[in-house]
């Protein structure tokens, strides 16, 4: 059984071929990446495409939002997508694009071909209750689905898959604190498995400081920017996702990445960068604080396996809890897999690649078999 994994971003999409011969270990085939603000599906599906002999027997997508009705991977049919759309409110920059990606493969290959959506969201569906929702009346609050979603779950699902396979004698994997940091950023505390908290909530704006995200805010300043700016909620939520985060502290716009801020001298750009390191080093606290201490901290994302800078700054001062890089396998930590903590240090630190596409394909896999074994029963 040959699958296509689609992952696609606010500007960019990864698509990934695999061999399901075995539902467990998925072999990898070939991987496309593309960035762009006008990318077209049709024609790059098409091209991975090529390299099988027919269309993949299924497609498996990242979908970021999947609110409290989809937290298992999901067969896409009319009533699904219609859910999804939905949703799209709460996920702007990136729900309605993965459904171009759906509409696109359908186009291309026919309905006959089976899609799955695997949702970000669902790896955090059972978060403690502490964690899941705010301080609101049910009627405001969870009546309303108003409560802590968690995004960004395939990566931490995959950063704690490898962290298990590197540390086989830690009980499922420990007490671990995974960070993805890309152009979106979150951070997770997972206790042997299960998710405590995350820093993503309602939506992916919530939490660390990111590219164009401003993160942690009080509520009270949107309507106050309604008033100053003579804007509506909505436009000046689309501020907040688009206009701010290191784009808006540092003023270099939506170029903006920590690299570069790092090489920058300017006063702005170091405190962008400082502001974003802060914010992490806040909730790496925090979280030491949920776990009651924790085994190993894990970077992945483009950021967080590629920007030493970050990963130094971010730890800076944690020493008495544990946390200690040695500087030499800090700095020459880019990308793959690598400690980069002190030999001595209690608590192991590590750049970990994350591989979404592979949680996509088995999660795919593992529907595709249930399903058959359901038939055939």
């Known amino acids: 059984m040959s699958i296509l994994t689609v992952n ?17 270990a998925p072999l990898h085939v070939a991987t496309q990446r593309h960035s762009g603000h006008d990318l077209e599906p049709t024609a790059l599906l098409r091209a991975i495409g090529a390299q099988l002999q027919g269309p993949p027997q299924a497609l498996a997508h990242r ?35 993965a459904l171009r990606w759906v ?41 309303r689905g108003v409560r802590r979603y968690g995004f960004h779950g395939l990566a931490h699902e995959a950063m704690w898959h490898s ?6 004698d830690l009980p499922r994997g420990g007490r671990l604190i995974t960070l993805q940091l890309g152009g979106g950023c979150s951070i997770a505390a997972i206790d042997r498995g299960r998710p405590a908290d995350t820093s993503m909530g309602f939506s992916p704006l919530e939490g660390l400081v990111m590219a164009t995200r401003s993160g942690d805010l009080d509520a009270a300043v949107v ?31 939506a170029e ?29 606290g925090a979280y030491l604080a949920v776990l009651g201490g924790c085994d190993g901290i894990v970077f992945g994302g483009g950021v967080g396996e590629h920007v030493a800078g970050v990963r130094s700054r ?7 809890a544990g946390a200690l890089l040695d500087p030499a396998l800090n700095d020459a930590a880019a990308g793959g897999d690598a400690r980069v903590s002190a030999a001595a240090a209690p ?13 996509l394909a088995r999660a795919a896999a593992s529907l595709a078999h249930n399903q058959a074994v359901s038939a055939a029963g």
């Open 8 to 24: 696609s971003g606010s500007t960019s999409v990864k698509l990934a071929l695999y061999d399901l011969s075995s539902v467990d």
């Open 63 to 97: 979908i970021v939002h999947g609110g409290t009705r989809f937290v298992q991977p999901t067969r896409l049919d009319a009533d699904v997508i219609a859910a999804i759309e939905e949703l799209s409110p709460l996920a702007p920059l990136h729900n309605p694009v």
């Open 103 to 143: 509409a696109a493969a359908r186009e291309l290959w026919g309905a006959q071909i089976p899609q799955v959506a695997v949702f970000d969201t669902a790896y955090f569906a059972n978060l403690p209750r502490v964690a899941a929702e705010y301080a609101l009346s049910p009627r405001l609050g969870v009546e």
């Open 163 to 168: 962290w298990c396979a590197l540390y086989p």
């Open 223 to 253: 309507p106050y920017l309604q008033r100053q700016l003579a804007l509506t909620g909505d436009e000046v939520v689309k501020l907040l996702n688009t206009e701010s985060g290191l784009a808006g502290v540092s003023g270099a716009g």
């Open 256 to 284: 903006a990445n920590p690299a570069a801020l790092l090489a920058d001298p300017s006063a702005q750009a170091q405190f962008a960068v400082e502001l974003y390191c802060y914010r992490i080093r806040k909730y790496l």
């Open 314 to 320: 971010a730890l800076a001062g944690l020493a008495w």
């Open 347 to 359: 608590i192991k630190v590590h750049v970990i690649s994350v591989d979404e596409e592979s949680v």
